[in-house]
C-alpha cells in the first residue's frame, strides 16, 4: 500500500501518531516503516507475518514495513489464550510474530519464532534509513492480499479473511467522503487494531487522509475521556460498551468532549439508553455504522450531516445493499430480511476455505451477512437481528459452539448449549446451559468448577457469564436443542 508513502511525500512534518511514550511524524513514521521492512524481510521467507501488538505508535510501522516487504500481514489478538492462538498461527501458516515483553509470555507459547520490537536496533535502522533515498512503493495488484484477519465461525474454527490491497483502500476512501472527514481532524484509537474495526477506521483510514492519531493501547474510560480533552480529538470509533464505561466516570467533566466532531459506535447494538445519556451530559451524539470484517469492514454509517436516529446509516459509497427473503426474493423498503451487500470492499474470501467462501459470497458478487435488517424509503439501514447464532461480546464476535465445545470436555459434562442474553455493559454475554454425564453428581459439580475450566481453555470475553446445570435442555421433534427456549429458563 503506497497510502503512507503518499502522504509522508505530502504532508512529511504533520503529526501522524502518538501515543504516552512517542510522537512520530509522518516523516518519522515512514523512517521506521522503512526500517521494519528491511527487519521483516530479512527476518523470514514466509509469505505471512504474525503482528501481536495493541493500538500504538509501533502498530502501523511494523504494518507497513510487511507490507512493503511484500509480505502479507496478519494482525493477532493478544486477548485470545494461546491455544486459540496457535490454532490461528497454524492455519495462517506463519513462523514469525512480531510483538512486544508486554505479550512475551503469550507470544513465548506458540509455535513461531518470537521478535520483540524492544530488542531491535531501530534507532540505527531509522538513521540509516533517513539517509537512504526514500524508496518507490512496492509494486503490488490491488487484488493482492493485504491482510488476513481472523474471525470466528459459527462452526468455532476461527476463519482467516483475505482482504486485499483495493479492499482496503476502497473502504478507507469510501468512509472519507460519506464521514467528510478532513485531515485537520485529529483521530482517537482505543481499537485494538486485530479487529477490522480498529485497523481500517484507526490505523488506515487516517494515513490515507494525513491525519494525526492517538493511540490507547488498553482501553480505560477515565484515561480515554482525559486524552480526548488533552489532545483536543475530534474523531471517536469505539463499541457501545466503552461509550457506557465512559457515562460512568462521573468526575469528568461534561464539557471535556467539546472537540469532537464525529463519535462512531460500531461492533454491537448500540443500546438507545447510552445514546440518549451521552448526548444529554457530553453534548454528543452518537452515530451508528455497521460492518464486518468481510467487508472490510465499514458497510454504511450515520453521519453528521445524514443522521437517523436508530439507523446504522447509508451505504458508504461504492456499496449496494438489498434486503432479501429466504427464497432470495428482494423485499421492498420497511420489511425485515437479511442484508446483502455488494461492492469492491468485499473480501476476496476466506483463506483456503473456497466451500465456505461460496456459501455467503453469491455469482454475482453479493455478500450474505446472516444480519437481519430492513431499508427505509430513503435508503437508512435498520439492523433487526442476526441470522446466524454469533454473539457479539464488547464488540468481539463469539461462536456459541466454540464454548460448547470446551464445556462437553469436562468429565462431568453430556451436553452443552449456549446463547447470548443482553448485557448494558457488553452488549451480550455468554451464557451457557449444561447437563451432567451418566453418574455425576449435581452437588459435585458447580458453576464456579465449569467457569473456571472454560477459563483455562477461553479468552475471558468468552466465558460463560452464568453456567445453568439442568436435568434436560428443551428439544424438538428431532430432539434438536431449541435454544429459543432457553431464554424461557434464566
Given at each position: 500500500?503506497?497510502?503512507?508513502l503518499e502522504?509522508?511525500?505530502?504532508?512529511?512534518?504533520?503529526?501522524?501518531?502518538?501515543?504516552?511514550?512517542?510522537?512520530?511524524?509522518?516523516?518519522?513514521?515512514?523512517?521506521?516503516?522503512?526500517?521494519?521492512?528491511?527487519?521483516?524481510?530479512?527476518?523470514?521467507?514466509?509469505?505471512?507475518?504474525?503482528?501481536?501488538?495493541?493500538?500504538?505508535?509501533?502498530?502501523?510501522?511494523?504494518?507497513?514495513?510487511?507490507?512493503?516487504?511484500?509480505?502479507?500481514?496478519?494482525?493477532?489478538?493478544?486477548?485470545?489464550?494461546?491455544?486459540?492462538?496457535r490454532?490461528?498461527?497454524?492455519?495462517?501458516?506463519?513462523?514469525?510474530?512480531?510483538?512486544?515483553?508486554?505479550?512475551?509470555?503469550?507470544?513465548?507459547?506458540?509455535?513461531?519464532?518470537?521478535?520483540?520490537?524492544?530488542?531491535?536496533?531501530l534507532?540505527?535502522?531509522?538513521?540509516l534509513?533517513?539517509?537512504?533515498?526514500?524508496?518507490?512503493?512496492?509494486?503490488?495488484?490491488?487484488?493482492?492480499?493485504?491482510?488476513?484477519?481472523?474471525?470466528?465461525?459459527?462452526?468455532?474454527a476461527?476463519?482467516?479473511?483475505?482482504?486485499?490491497?483495493?479492499?482496503?483502500?476502497?473502504?478507507?476512501?469510501?468512509?472519507?467522503?460519506?464521514?467528510?472527514?478532513?485531515?485537520?481532524?485529529?483521530?482517537?484509537?482505543?481499537?485494538?487494531?486485530?479487529?477490522?474495526?480498529?485497523?481500517?477506521?484507526?490505523?488506515?483510514?487516517?494515513?490515507?487522509?494525513?491525519?494525526?492519531?492517538?493511540?490507547?493501547?488498553?482501553?480505560?474510560?477515565?484515561?480515554?475521556?482525559?486524552?480526548?480533552?488533552?489532545?483536543?480529538?475530534?474523531?471517536?470509533?469505539?463499541?457501545?460498551s466503552?461509550?457506557?464505561?465512559?457515562?460512568?466516570?462521573?468526575?469528568?467533566?461534561?464539557?471535556?468532549?467539546?472537540?469532537?466532531?464525529?463519535?462512531?459506535?460500531?461492533?454491537?447494538?448500540?443500546?438507545?439508553?447510552?445514546?440518549?445519556?451521552?448526548?444529554?451530559?457530553?453534548?454528543?451524539?452518537?452515530?451508528?455504522?455497521?460492518?464486518?470484517?468481510?467487508?472490510?469492514p465499514?458497510?454504511?454509517?450515520?453521519?453528521?450531516?445524514?443522521?437517523?436516529?436508530?439507523?446504522?446509516?447509508?451505504?458508504?459509497?461504492?456499496?449496494?445493499?438489498?434486503?432479501?427473503?429466504?427464497?432470495?426474493?428482494?423485499?421492498?423498503?420497511?420489511?425485515?430480511?437479511?442484508?446483502?451487500?455488494?461492492?469492491?470492499?468485499?473480501?476476496?474470501?476466506?483463506?483456503?476455505?473456497?466451500e465456505?467462501?461460496?456459501?455467503?459470497?453469491?455469482?454475482?458478487?453479493?455478500f450474505?451477512?446472516?444480519?437481519?435488517?430492513?431499508?427505509?424509503?430513503?435508503?437508512?439501514?435498520?439492523?433487526?437481528?442476526?441470522?446466524?447464532?454469533?454473539?457479539?461480546?464488547?464488540?468481539?464476535?463469539?461462536?456459541?459452539?466454540?464454548?460448547?465445545?470446551?464445556?462437553?470436555?469436562?468429565p462431568?459434562?453430556?451436553?452443552a448449549?449456549?446463547?447470548?442474553?443482553?448485557?448494558?455493559?457488553?452488549?451480550?454475554?455468554?451464557?451457557?446451559f449444561?447437563?451432567?454425564?451418566?453418574?455425576?453428581?449435581?452437588?459435585?459439580?458447580?458453576?464456579?468448577?465449569?467457569?473456571?475450566?472454560?477459563?483455562?481453555?477461553?479468552?475471558?470475553?468468552?466465558?460463560?457469564?452464568?453456567?445453568?446445570?439442568?436435568?434436560?435442555?428443551?428439544?424438538?421433534?428431532?430432539?434438536?436443542?431449541?435454544?429459543?427456549?432457553?431464554?424461557?429458563?434464566?
Amino acid at each position: 500500500m503506497d497510502a503512507l508513502l503518499e502522504t509522508a511525500t505530502r504532508y512529511g512534518g504533520s503529526p501522524a501518531v502518538a501515543d504516552q511514550a512517542r510522537r512520530w511524524s509522518y516523516r518519522q513514521l515512514t523512517a521506521v516503516a522503512i526500517a521494519m521492512q528491511r527487519i521483516i524481510a530479512g527476518g523470514t521467507s514466509c509469505d505471512r507475518v504474525g503482528i501481536l501488538l495493541p493500538a500504538s505508535t509501533a502498530f502501523p510501522a511494523t504494518l507497513f514495513g510487511a507490507l512493503w516487504a511484500l509480505r502479507t500481514a496478519v494482525p493477532l489478538n493478544f486477548l485470545l489464550s494461546a491455544g486459540e492462538l496457535r490454532q490461528i498461527v497454524l492455519d495462517a501458516g506463519i513462523d514469525t510474530v512480531f510483538s512486544v515483553h508486554h505479550f512475551e509470555e503469550l507470544v513465548r507459547q506458540l509455535p513461531v519464532r518470537s521478535v520483540f520490537l524492544e530488542d531491535l536496533p531501530l534507532r540505527r535502522r531509522v538513521l540509516l534509513a533517513r539517509l537512504r533515498r526514500r524508496p518507490e512503493a512496492p509494486k503490488v495488484r490491488a487484488s493482492d492480499t493485504a491482510v488476513l484477519l481472523y474471525t470466528s465461525g459459527t462452526s468455532g474454527a476461527p476463519k482467516g479473511v483475505e482482504l486485499s490491497y483495493g479492499n482496503l483502500r476502497d473502504n478507507c476512501e469510501a468512509c472519507i467522503e460519506a464521514a467528510r472527514m478532513d485531515r485537520n481532524q485529529t483521530f482517537l484509537n482505543i481499537l485494538p487494531p486485530f479487529h477490522a474495526f480498529g485497523l481500517t477506521t484507526m490505523v488506515l483510514t487516517p494515513v490515507v487522509l494525513g491525519a494525526a492519531v492517538y493511540a490507547i493501547p488498553r482501553f480505560n474510560p477515565a484515561a480515554t475521556l482525559e486524552a480526548i480533552r488533552e489532545q483536543k480529538i475530534s474523531i471517536v470509533m469505539a463499541v457501545p460498551s466503552m461509550y457506557a464505561a465512559m457515562l460512568r466516570k462521573r468526575s469528568v467533566p461534561d464539557e471535556a468532549l467539546a472537540s469532537i466532531y464525529l463519535a462512531i459506535s460500531g461492533g454491537e447494538v448500540l443500546p438507545e439508553a447510552v445514546a440518549e445519556a451521552f448526548e444529554k451530559r457530553f453534548g454528543v451524539k452518537l452515530h451508528q455504522g455497521y460492518g464486518l470484517t468481510e467487508t472490510s469492514p465499514v458497510v454504511s454509517l450515520c453521519a453528521p450531516h445524514a443522521y437517523r436516529r436508530g439507523s446504522v446509516g447509508r451505504v458508504i459509497p461504492g456499496f449496494e445493499c438489498r434486503i432479501v427473503d429466504a427464497r432470495g426474493t428482494v423485499l421492498p423498503a420497511g420489511q425485515d430480511g437479511e442484508v446483502q451487500v455488494r461492492g469492491p470492499c468485499v473480501m476476496k474470501g476466506y483463506y483456503q476455505r473456497p466451500e465456505e467462501t461460496a456459501a455467503v459470497i453469491d455469482a454475482d458478487g453479493w455478500f450474505h451477512t446472516g444480519d437481519i435488517g430492513k431499508l427505509d424509503e430513503d435508503g437508512y439501514l435498520f439492523i433487526t437481528g442476526r441470522k446466524k447464532e454469533m454473539m457479539i461480546v464488547g464488540g468481539e464476535n463469539v461462536s456459541p459452539g466454540e464454548i460448547e465445545n470446551v464445556l462437553v470436555e469436562h468429565p462431568a459434562v453430556a451436553e452443552a448449549a449456549v446463547i447470548g442474553v443482553p448485557d448494558a455493559s457488553r452488549g451480550e454475554v455468554p451464557v451457557a446451559f449444561v447437563t451432567l454425564s451418566a453418574g455425576a453428581q449435581v452437588e459435585a459439580v458447580s458453576e464456579r468448577d465449569l467457569r473456571n475450566f472454560a477459563r483455562r481453555h477461553l479468552a475471558g470475553h468468552k466465558v460463560p457469564h452464568k453456567i445453568r446445570i439442568a436435568h434436560d435442555l428443551p428439544r424438538g421433534p428431532t430432539g434438536k436443542v431449541l435454544k429459543r427456549r432457553l431464554t424461557e429458563l434464566l
